[in-house]
């Protein structure tokens, strides 16, 4: 593991948010692939934690800059979580890939 994702997990550690960290495979930068699992980790957050209350099956959920990798993990979440309908803004180009994602 190298500088940046030993300084990631020592912090998380101590705070009792890491349990398994494994090195990120060789053709990925550590950096990216820390910052991958965090939007993830904040996506999370975001549908099941900083709400009303958490996400439910069968909610409506809406996205916005549901093209970036932030709305990629919202989107994506959301649909496993079982939201009836996901409901992805973004411009045109991109319509085709939230889509395929779930939106």
Known sequence: MDRV???YYDKYER???V???APPSSSIDASDAIGLVSNYVVAYRSLHRTCERPLRRHDKVLVTN???SLGRAL???A???GASVVFGVSP???HDRMT???A
């Open 5 to 7: 994702g030993r300084r």
């Open 79 to 81: 649909v496993l979580a």
């Open 75 to 77: 989107v994506e979440l």
């Open 100 to 102: 395929k994602w779930g």
């Open 15 to 17: 705070q009792g948010f």
């Open 66 to 68: 549901a093209h970036g």
């Open 19 to 21: 349990h398994c960290v």
């Open 92 to 94: 045109p180009k991109y």
